[in-house]
Nanobody
Framework: QVRLVESGGGTVQTGGSLRLSCAAP????????MGWFRQAPGKEREFVGL????????YYTDSVKGRFTMSRDNSESTVFLQMNSLKSEDTAVYYC??????????????????WGQGTQVTVSS
């Protein structure tokens, strides 16, 4: 079992930035492909991006390309989602997820075995 804990959410104005973190207390995430998903009110949860367990491959949904960047620090067992140029449509609860040795096309919820509890991101105009 892998417990994931997200942090870094909050309220920011349009055009601002936030950095989300996802940690796994007490264990390493170095062999897990990590994904970020989000769920806006009244909508289904959607894929945002992933970083492969090797650290050399990232993949993002079109709506965040060029604005969001994922990175990982395996020594700290933490994965980050840097979000820049935030828009009101980015408002959602953001979840991180983990899949052991996941491939670079792990873009659906069913690909992931472990989930965090979510962190709220609100972008106000």
């Amino acid at each position: 079992q892998v417990r994931l804990v997200e942090s870094g959410g909050g309220t920011v104005q349009t055009g601002g930035s936030l950095r989300l973190s996802c940690a796994a207390p007490g264990r390493t995430l170095s062999t897990y492909t990590m994904g970020w998903f989000r769920q806006a009110p009244g909508k289904e949860r959607e894929f945002v991006g992933l970083i492969r367990w090797t650290g050399d491959v990232t993949y993002y949904t079109d709506s965040v390309k060029g604005r969001f960047t994922m990175s990982r620090d395996n020594s700290e067992s933490t994965v980050f989602l840097q979000m820049n140029s935030l828009k009101s449509e980015d408002t959602a609860v953001y979840y991180c997820a983990a899949r052991p040795y996941g491939g670079s096309r792990s873009i659906t919820e069913s690909h992931y075995d472990y989930w965090g509890q979510g962190t709220q991101v609100t972008v106000s105009s």
